[in-house]
């Protein structure tokens, strides 16, 4: 017997929970070898609580730091369905296609994936056994004692559904974290009293940006302090030197508060050795031969990080100074961010999450709660003590898959893969892979019977 018998109820082979990059990732791996029709003839459903498939990219003022390439590599692949085809033409695609070797502007990246999006969508009217949900939200998980998993959704003005299946894909998108992080030992961030405070998933929207560029015109000389060294740390220095204000800026009035430098992406060693870019060994992918390909800032972040480096043929950058967080006691640090005119967390992201019960109705505390990977290395989702539910999976920013190196990933890297490219491509093949793997099981069960 499985959770509750609400007003309806259908089923499914698979549940995907959330449309955006994440969620279509899986169903992009599948089209691209031929397998998305049959999936769609098991039965899918898709649960996105916006209008629109493609997810939440366009909110953000920055350009891509993926190549526009690598967004439409999918296009040109042998499975790809007759359904799909009319993408290859589409103007958005078209204009995509002017940035296949430099990075697009993410509201542009935005308009393609919804296109990609809509035209999902579309496919869903020929498949009787497969249903999409827009303007619905996903409620909660309800594992099911027979092995299967209830969502219980609910759309604008209506009352709520029970949707089951074989198994469900989460896929809500990413959530900061920083206000649990410690900025040194017994001080959070949190309790600093910031004048103004923008964390980077704020900062790098196209309000958020304006926002700043205020604060750049207000500053009198107080410096604006980035804490974090990564992607997000060295997109935001980059966003705020394009501001019209930041002409204003003196020398060193950005701070980049980092606990260690960042790695840094060559296309090949001979790219690293001519930029003088120390690198080890554990810093080449083995697919590849690429420098820190899974780890290394690449796009603008990289373009400003090689300006404040003063790395040859670029104009150094001198209104950026890159500094040791650890060399800042707590009272240095608290100071430090109490007098900035604008702090910006970039701490990075982890899963958003969703209540998720037990087949005795009891909530479980996933690891992604209370800030963990949210899944394990087949992408299952992982309860506080480690354990992975079944069939319940995680994709998407923040999700802390660790990419292995036969996936093209280097061995010094112990990040977590937020690209759209392996959502589509590694990461979404082990969830189509286990998908699959648990709707054969059933088969054999039901022929057994
Ligand atoms: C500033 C920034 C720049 C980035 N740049 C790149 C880049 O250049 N290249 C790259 O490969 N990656 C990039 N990423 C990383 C990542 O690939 C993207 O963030 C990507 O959009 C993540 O997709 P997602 O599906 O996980 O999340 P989202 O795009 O946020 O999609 C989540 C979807 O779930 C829906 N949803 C949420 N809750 C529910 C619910 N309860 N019920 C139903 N639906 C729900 C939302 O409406 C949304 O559509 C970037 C990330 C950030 C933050």
Request: charge should be neutral; hydrophobic fraction near 40%.
């Amino acid at each position: 017997m499985c959770w509750a018998e609400p007003h309806s109820r259908r089923d499914f082979s698979s549940i995907v929970v959330g449309g955006g990059p994440g969620g279509l990732g899986p169903l992009l791996w599948a089209a691209q070898h031929g397998l998305l029709e049959s999936w769609f003839d098991q039965g899918i459903a898709l649960i996105e609580r916006t209008g629109r498939l493609g997810g939440t990219l366009g909110c953000y003022g920055i350009n891509s730091d993926s190549l526009g390439g690598s967004y439409l590599e999918c296009l040109g692949s042998a499975g790809w369905p007759t359904a799909l085809h009319h993408l290859r033409h589409d103007p958005v695609t078209l204009e995509m296609q002017r940035y296949q070797a430099s990075y697009p502007p993410l509201p542009l990246v935005n308009q393609y994936m919804g296109r990609v999006g809509a035209a999902v969508a579309d496919m869903f009217a020929g498949h009787a056994a497969s249903a999409l949900h827009l303007h619905t939200t996903a409620q909660s998980v309800h594992l099911c004692s027979d092995g299967r998993v209830a969502v219980v959704i609910q759309g604008q003005n209506d009352r709520t559904k029970t949707l089951v299946a074989r198994s469900a894909v989460i896929a809500l998108g990413g959530r900061q974290h920083w206000r649990d992080e410690m900025a040194a030992p017994d001080l959070k961030f949190v309790d600093c009293a910031a004048r103004q405070l923008l964390a980077s998933n704020e900062l790098l929207t196209h309000e958020g940006l304006a926002r700043a560029n205020e604060i750049i015109r207000d500053a009198a000389g107080r410096p604006i302090v980035i804490v974090g060294g990564a992607h997000s740390a060295y997109a935001a220095a980059w966003a705020l030197l394009q501001l019209p204000d930041a002409s204003s800026l003196k020398d060193g009035q950005i701070v980049i508060l980092q606990r260690r430098p960042p790695r840094i992406f060559y296309p090949d060693r001979a790219a690293a050795i001519a930029d003088d870019y120390p690198f080890e060994e554990g810093d080449i992918c083995v697919r590849t031969q690429r420098v820190n390909r899974m780890g290394g800032i690449r796009g603008h972040g990289r373009d400003i990080w090689r300006r404040i480096a003063r790395k040859p043929n670029v104009a150094p950058e001198s209104r950026v100074a890159v500094l040791a967080l650890q060399d800042f006691s707590p009272q240095q640090l608290r100071k430090t961010l109490e007098e900035a005119a604008l702090v910006v967390p970039c701490l990075g992201y982890r899963s958003a999450t969703m209540p998720i019960f037990d087949s005795n109705g009891q909530r479980l505390t996933l690891k992604a709660d209370i800030n963990g990977d949210a899944v394990d290395g087949d992408c299952r989702l992982l309860t506080a003590d480690g354990k992975p539910l079944p069939n319940v999976f995680g994709i998407g920013l923040g999700s802390g898959f660790r990419p292995t190196q036969a996936m093209g990933c280097e061995p010094n890297f112990r990040g977590q893969a937020n690209s759209l490219w392996m959502y589509q491509n590694d990461i979404g093949a082990v969830i189509y892979r286990e998908i699959q793997a648990l709707a054969d099981e059933k088969q054999t069960a039901a022929v057994a019977a």
